[in-house]
């Protein structure tokens, strides 16, 4: 993905809007590291983009707010593999 910076964070932020993705996601579709789309999609985009990036934002928060409920689920599954495989 050769895109300029300004440009890349626009594209980033949308693909984030579209699927409700999360950063590591985005970072794994794009094949880029999670602390530059984060970078993009938080600082750059702001200055590119406002609107967009308050649609990402919302998005953010979200997910911010439900990581625990995911870390715990995925800790939940790996005891249940872990007692069944043993």
């Not at 050769?2 to 932020?13: I, Q």
């Not at 409700?20 to 789309?37: Q, Y």
């Not at 934002?57 to 790996?78: C, F, P």
């Amino acid at each position: 993905m050769r895109r300029g910076r300004k440009e890349r964070c626009e594209v980033l932020g949308d693909y984030l809007v579209t699927n409700r993705a999360t950063v590591r996601a985005v970072a794994a579709h794009f094949g880029i590291s999670k602390s530059t789309v984060h970078k993009d999609v938080t600082e750059r985009l702001y200055q590119k983009n406002p609107t967009l990036y308050a649609a990402v934002k919302e998005i953010l928060d979200e997910n911010k707010s439900e990581r625990h409920l995911r870390g715990g689920e995925a800790t939940r599954m790996k005891y249940l593999k872990k007692r069944k495989g043993a």
